[in-house]
C-alpha cells in the first residue's frame, strides 16, 4: 500500500495539465493520494478534470491561467502557498512543436515569428513558473522539479522544426544548470525526453496518415508502438517521488528505444 500511495501529504503543481502528458500525471498523482494544482488555459476540460478526480484517494485545484503570463503565475503561487502552505512537486509540461502551422518546417521555412513563438511556448513558462516556485523550495529544504523536453532536444527528431529542437535542447540544459545550482538546497531537477506521444493535440494528426506511413514510423522504434501520454508520465511520476531522490540532472529518453 506504501508503493501506491507515494504521493500522500504531497503538493505537486503541473502546468499543461487538462491533457495529455500533464493530465495523465495529474491523475496519477492523484490515483496516489497526492493533490494536484492543475494549471490550464482550457476551462471546459479544467472541469472534466474535476469530475473525473472527485472519486479519487488524493485531490484537484483548478486554476485557468496562460502559464506564460508571469503575473496571473506569480499571484496563482502565491494563492497555493496560502492555502497548502507548501509545494513538493512542480511538473512544467508545457510545450510542443504543433503550435506554428508547419511543424515540420525546415530552417529556410520558418520565419522570425514561427522561432519566436516556438521558443517562447516551450521555454518561456518553464522559466517563470520554476523562478515562481524555487524561493519556496529552498526554504522549505527540498522539492522536486520535472521538465518536459524531446527525443527533438538531442537532433534525434524527424517530424519537427529546428526551431522546436533548439527549444527542447534549451529545456535539457536549463534542467543540468538548475540541478547543479539547486541541489545543495535538497531540490531534484529532471526532465524526460519523448518521442512523439499520441496526446489529444496529435493523435488527429497520426490518424490523418496513411497506414504505410504509420507502419513506416513504428517499425523506426524498436517497442514497435506508439506513446501514449501514461507511457511518459509513469516516468514523471517516478522523477516526482521519494524513489528518485538521489537522482538529478538527468534527462531520461522515453521513446520506446528511439535514438
Known amino acids: 500500500?506504501?508503493?501506491?500511495?507515494?504521493?500522500?501529504?504531497?503538493?505537486?503543481?503541473?502546468?499543461?495539465?487538462?491533457?495529455?502528458?500533464?493530465h495523465a500525471s495529474a491523475i496519477l498523482i492523484v490515483e496516489q493520494g497526492g493533490t494536484v494544482i492543475a494549471i490550464d488555459t482550457d476551462d471546459r476540460r479544467l472541469e472534466n478534470m474535476s469530475s473525473e478526480c472527485s472519486n479519487l484517494k488524493g485531490k484537484l485545484s483548478t486554476y485557468c491561467i496562460d502559464a506564460t503570463d508571469e503575473e496571473a503565475v506569480t499571484k496563482t503561487i502565491s494563492e497555493v502557498l496560502k492555502t497548502h502552505k507548501t509545494i513538493d512537486i512542480l511538473i512544467n509540461a508545457v510545450g510542443g512543436s504543433t503550435i506554428i502551422s508547419n511543424p515540420k518546417a525546415r530552417v529556410d521555412e520558418l520565419s522570425l515569428d514561427d522561432w519566436k513563438e516556438i521558443l517562447n511556448f516551450n521555454l518561456n513558462s518553464m522559466f517563470i513558473f520554476t523562478n515562481a516556485v524555487v524561493p519556496?523550495?529552498?526554504?522549505?529544504?527540498?522539492?522536486?522539479?520535472?521538465?518536459l523536453a524531446s527525443i527533438a532536444g538531442r537532433g534525434f527528431s524527424d517530424v519537427s522544426s529546428?526551431?522546436?529542437?533548439?527549444?527542447?535542447?534549451?529545456?535539457?540544459?536549463?534542467?543540468?544548470?538548475?540541478?547543479?545550482?539547486?541541489?545543495?538546497?535538497?531540490?531534484?531537477?529532471?526532465?524526460?525526453?519523448?518521442?512523439?506521444?499520441?496526446?489529444?493535440?496529435?493523435?488527429?494528426?497520426?490518424?490523418?496518415?496513411?497506414?504505410?506511413?504509420?507502419?513506416?514510423?513504428?517499425?523506426?522504434?524498436?517497442?514497435?508502438?506508439?506513446?501514449?501520454?501514461?507511457?511518459?508520465?509513469?516516468?514523471?511520476?517516478?522523477?516526482?517521488?521519494?524513489?528518485?531522490?538521489?537522482?538529478?540532472?538527468?534527462?531520461?529518453?522515453?521513446?520506446?528505444?528511439?535514438?
Not at 519556496?136 to 521538465?147: E, T
Request: aromatic share 6%; proline share 5%; net charge positive.
Open 1 to 22: 500500500m506504501e508503493s501506491i500511495m507515494k504521493f500522500t501529504g504531497k503538493i505537486a503543481v503541473i502546468t499543461a495539465a487538462a491533457s495529455g502528458i500533464g
Open 136 to 147: 519556496f523550495m529552498k526554504r522549505q529544504g527540498g522539492g522536486k522539479i520535472v521538465n
Open 162 to 259: 529546428s526551431a522546436y529542437a533548439a527549444a527542447k535542447g534549451g529545456v535539457i540544459a536549463f534542467t543540468k544548470k538548475t540541478a547543479r545550482e539547486l541541489g545543495p538546497f535538497g531540490i531534484n531537477v529532471n526532465a524526460i525526453a519523448p518521442n512523439t506521444t499520441l496526446s489529444e493535440r496529435i493523435r488527429p494528426r497520426w490518424e490523418q496518415q496513411s497506414p504505410q506511413d504509420q507502419v513506416e514510423q513504428i517499425e523506426k522504434i524498436p517497442l514497435r508502438r506508439m506513446a501514449e501520454p501514461i507511457d511518459q508520465a509513469k516516468v514523471i511520476c517516478f522523477l516526482a517521488s521519494t524513489d528518485a531522490d538521489y537522482v538529478t540532472g538527468q534527462t531520461i529518453d522515453v521513446s520506446g528505444g528511439l535514438v
